[in-house]
């Protein structure tokens, strides 16, 4: 299942990318796109995480995206800034909950 993820992912095929990551939980979907990304390097990793926050944004998938930013593709020029968003977003829509 795993591969069929990043097979998915890498092809741009994010729709079904996100019908296989629905199984998954935040925890388990944060390391498998952590470990998919360390591997290949590719921007869609990131897009896709992003597909999943435009269609629900939730501070679990921004901390996913700012893991994202800050490990793996973290020699992306302009990726510490973008991880900075993220974590502002995480902290915006913590406040909000309260």
């Given at each position: 299942m795993i591969n069929k993820l990043k097979d998915f992912i890498l092809s741009g095929n994010l729709e079904?990318?996100?019908?296989?990551?629905?199984?998954?939980s935040y925890e388990e979907l944060d390391a498998e796109l952590t470990n998919i990304a360390f591997n290949n390097s590719n921007i869609t990793n990131y897009a896709f995480i992003m597909r999943l926050i435009v269609e629900n944004e939730k501070v679990e998938l921004h901390g996913i995206a700012f893991d994202m930013l800050?490990?793996?593709?973290?020699?992306?020029?302009g990726?510490?800034?973008?991880?900075?968003?993220?974590?502002?977003?995480c902290v915006e829509l913590t406040i909000n909950k309260m």
């Open positions: 079904k990318a996100k019908k296989i990551s629905s199984d998954l800050v490990n793996p593709l973290c020699h992306i020029k990726a510490y800034y973008v991880a900075l968003y993220h974590a502002k977003r």
